[in-house]
């Protein structure tokens, strides 16, 4: 019998994975397939068997990770009540009258949404079908209207809540408010760029973004009622994690809840409603649970077979500054961004290299918003671009190339002014975590 080397079998595992994503096989079932004929090779059969038994429960039944059906709850519940209209609405008679107003207040809305959602992809969704049409209506360029709302998701990433940082959180054992905060300054960020760059193009080709109707001051203020909520939910949320008041998951839950309890005093959910919010939520909580469960059968397997530790002694002990390794972790971001989805590419990386990066002197804190910050640009990238489809799935008017020819300007931005602003200043993520 030929017994092969531990980290030999890692790298074949590794390797047959990554074929069988380019395949199509959905990635909680190649994970588990590939950790469990992997842990069989290392271990034998028994342990493998007994690793399919205890891992899925293990996996999943965490405290922590009940935040998760939480969050997906808060955006599904917001998104049905029409609170993502509201925010809409509220921008557009505010900045409408600026360059590219509507797309302005597009980028508003997705920032409003965001802070009662945690999911990137339900803000795309939500945002496409409420402002694709709206600005189309109004002659948008359709690259514009598709860039913008394609961005709706890295923006929703950063602000809390956000699924992404619980799920990096738990994976290195930061602790999750703390990264829930440090979203946030960089989310606001993106959006302030991503704000210049509607307002750039507008100036330069006007007729690519006609300029929107004047509102009275009283349409305005009036505007506001419906989105007040929004506001006092997320500085509910955000000040509950910030000064201690709440656990994450706490403050899901009270988050879920003001949205249910608003929502039922609008009169803007019945029955029919609610079985919906909550099929939703069942469906999107078990999706991302099936990937958790095969994320950790596919993890250990790469710890018993010291993949990750050799990996990370060569990265510590390479010639060179560590900008230079960081700088090659973000090209490995973005190819493998082209391929994967982002709770996907978080569950394979984060494992395999954090130690790495940790043992080099970067913040886990930092490290956590860079690695979301590039997944969500990887999710609109193509040849995959899973953000791109669901923007063209609820938006049909739209090409794909539209979508992906007006994410590139945004993409330029994020990529070297996002990215390299938290690579010059650490302290954007790490400042308000020091009020904590």
Not at 286 to 299: D, K, M, R, T, V
Request: with cysteine; charged share 10%.
């Amino acid at each position: 019998m030929i017994h092969l080397d531990p980290t030999l079998i890692g790298l074949l595992g590794m390797a047959i994975f990554v074929t069988l994503l380019i395949l199509g096989i959905p990635i909680g079932i190649g994970m588990a397939t590939i950790g469990f004929a992997g842990i069989v090779a290392l271990k034998g059969f028994n342990v493998g068997l007994n690793a399919l038994f205890t891992i899925p429960y293990s996996a999943s039944a965490s405290w922590i990770l009940s935040v998760i059906p939480m969050f997906v709850m808060m955006g599904s519940l917001a998104f049905s009540a029409g609170f993502t209209k509201d925010a809409y609405n509220a921008a557009f008679k505010w900045v409408g009258r600026l360059p590219g107003g509507l797309s302005v207040a597009t980028l508003l809305a997705s920032a409003a949404f965001g802070a009662c959602s945690g999911s990137s992809i339900a803000t795309t969704a939500a945002m496409g079908k409420t402002a694709i049409p709206e600005m189309l209506r109004y002659g948008y360029n359709k690259r514009l209207a598709a860039g913008v709302c394609a961005m709706a998701g890295p923006i929703d990433a950063l602000i809390p809540p956000s699924i992404l940082l619980v799920i990096y959180g738990v994976l290195v054992e930061e602790s999750i408010g703390k990264l829930l905060i440090a979203g946030t300054i960089p989310g606001i960020l993106s959006m302030v760029l991503f704000i210049f760059v509607v307002i750039t193009w507008a100036i330069i080709k006007p007729d690519h973004a006609p300029r929107g109707e004047s509102f009275t001051w009283k349409e305005r203020l009036f505007s506001l009622k419906n989105v007040v909520s929004i506001f006092l939910i997320f500085i509910c949320v955000f000040a509950g994690l910030l000064f201690g008041v709440f656990t994450p998951t706490e403050a899901g839950a009270v988050g879920a809840f003001f949205i249910f309890l608003i929502a039922l005093l609008m009169k803007r959910l019945n029955w029919s409603i609610l079985k919906e919010v909550v099929g939703d939520t069942l469906k999107v909580t078990s999706y991302i649970f099936f990937i958790i469960i095969g994320a950790y059968i596919f993890i250990q397997f790469l710890a018993l077979s010291r993949l990750p530790v050799v990996f990370g002694e060569w990265v510590v002990g390479l010639p060179i500054h560590r900008m230079f390794i960081m700088f090659g972790v973000i090209i490995v971001y973005l190819i493998l961004g082209c391929f994967l989805d982002a709770l996907g590419l978080i569950l394979l990386t984060v494992p395999f290299i954090s130690q790495a990066i940790f043992k080099l002197g970067f913040d886990p804190i930092w490290f956590g918003v860079m690695v979301v910050t590039l997944v969500e640009i990887g999710l609109i990238t193509p040849p995959v671009g899973i953000q791109a489809y669901v923007l063209k799935g609820v938006a049909p008017q739209l090409s794909l190339q539209d979508i992906f020819m007006g994410f590139i300007p945004f993409f330029l931005v994020d990529l070297f002014l996002v990215i390299g602003l938290l690579l010059a200043f650490p302290g954007i993520a790490t400042f308000l975590t020091t009020f904590m």
